[in-house]
């Protein structure tokens, strides 16, 4: 489950371009800066990916990378000054867990109610009502209405 985790939010964050990749170019096509973050389970009662991709989010909003300026062929990067990473917009993950025999999803599952779910659908959105991602897993009936 890590790795599914890592990539879906791996995809969503690139795909939905939450960040300003041409803000972390240090020389064009040539110097950039690379952002990777760990991520450390500390606790497990459920809503695994929810909680890992606000973490995910919040970690790059409160990145702040040093000041990189160019003198000749030599690049400088400063140790007292930085700038944060250009974030366009905060996607939001919802996890919507599907338990056989209980009308309606559940949200916020706890590891009991995970284990009980027959299948799963994670949205994430922004604050401009796109759909960012998307990730289903498992199956179920729908009724027709």
């Known amino acids: 489950m890590r ?3 890592a990539s879906f939010i791996d995809k969503v964050l690139k795909q939905s371009r939450t960040t300003d990749r041409e803000g972390l170019c240090i020389i ?12 450390q389970l500390l606790n497990d009662d459920g809503n695994l990916i929810d909680a890992f991709f606000l973490a995910a989010v919040l970690a790059m909003k409160n990145t702040r990378l040093p000041e990189v300026t160019m003198k000749g062929d030599n690049i400088m990067v400063s140790n007292t000054r930085s700038n944060p990473v250009n974030v366009h917009h905060l996607p939001i993950c919802t996890t919507f867990y599907f ?9 916020d599952a706890c590891a009991k109610e995970e284990r009980l779910a027959t299948a ?26």
């Open 99 to 107: 338990i056989p025999k209980i009308d309606g999803p559940i949200v």
């Open 120 to 145: 799963r659908l994670s949205i994430c959105m922004n604050v401009f009502d796109d759909v960012c991602g998307m990730q289903t897993l498992g199956q179920m009936d729908i009724e027709p209405m």
């Open 28 to 39: 064009q096509g040539k110097l950039a800066w690379s952002l990777t973050i760990d991520l």
């Open 3 to 5: 790795i599914e985790i």
